[in-house]
Structures are given as C-alpha cells and as structure tokens.
C-alpha cells in the first residue's frame, strides 16, 4: 500500500468517526426553551455563558402566574421544570430525561415529555409513566414567595 493511499483512508476514517461524534452530540437536545400546547415560554435568554449542569440557587424563574394550572414550564437554561399540578402547588424537576439525558421538550397531558424517545413523566411527582426511561425525574428545590417562584 503506498504512503498516499493510506493518507487518504485515515482521513476518511477521521472524518468517518468526526461525523459519529457530531450525531451523538446532536442527540442531546437544543438550548432552545420549549414553548407548547400546555406549556410557557420561559423567557429566558442566552447569556453566552457555558451552560452548568447544575441550576443556579436564588436565581428568580418565574411568577406563579406564569406557570398554568395542571401544565409547566422548562427552564432550559436552567435544567429545571416546574409545574403546577394543581391551583398554587408548585413542583419542580430536573429537565433532563432519565433515560439518555436528553432534555425534556414539553409539558402536555399532565405529563413531562422527552421528545427523543417519548418517556413522560408524571407533573406531581416526576414519576415515570410511560418509558422507555425507568427512573423518575429527579425533585429540584425551589421557593414560592408572593407571585415569585425561585430556585432555592
């Protein structure tokens, strides 16, 4: 084999595995806020700033107003889903699906849906209710005081 061809096929084979790599990545959802039939806009904007893994403590979200009666809203930015089961009870949950880590993308039905394999997940305690995930998302603190909802 000369020295030429084995070039060419370690750069098909890099850019082969490059292009793998882009795909998984890409599987782990946008950065967008979802915004759907039950759900809110967050308003939240980008600041530009690497995304953390963890929410933010004291950072203010939402007013109770913004958040509907038996819906949520995702907090993308922020990693956190907060519903509100009923009139004035508040929840919160990791956005982040127990299946693959992919985000959640809606809230609809009484249920926290994943869009990459369609897990949902109960608004009042973050039980799983249809798979494929089979844990629960995990509970997320958070403080209600008058019409402000913040990450506690």
């Known amino acids: 084999m000369t020295e030429d061809l084995r070039s060419r096929r370690a750069v098909i084979a890099g850019v082969g595995a490059g292009g793998l790599a882009l795909a998984i990545t890409a599987c782990g959802g946008g950065t967008d806020t979802a915004s759907t039939a039950g759900t ?5 904007t980008a600041s530009g700033a690497p995304e953390s893994s963890a929410p933010q403590a004291g950072a203010a979200l939402a007013k109770t107003a913004d958040i509907p009666v038996g819906g949520g809203t995702i907090f993308k930015e922020q990693k956190v889903v907060i519903t509100q089961p009923t009139e004035g009870e508040f929840k919160a949950f990791s956005a982040v699906c127990t299946h693959q880590g992919c985000s959640v993308g809606s809230v609809e039905g009484g249920a926290i849906v994943c ?3 369609n897990s949902k997940f109960n608004i009042t305690d973050g039980a ?6 089979d844990k629960p ?3 997320q603190q958070i403080k209600v005081e008058g019409d402000q909802i913040t990450l506690a």
């Open 40 to 44: 809110t806009d967050s308003g939240a």
């Open 128 to 133: 799983v209710t249809a798979g494929p995930a």
């Open 137 to 139: 998302l995990p509970a």
């Open 115 to 117: 869009p990459c394999h």
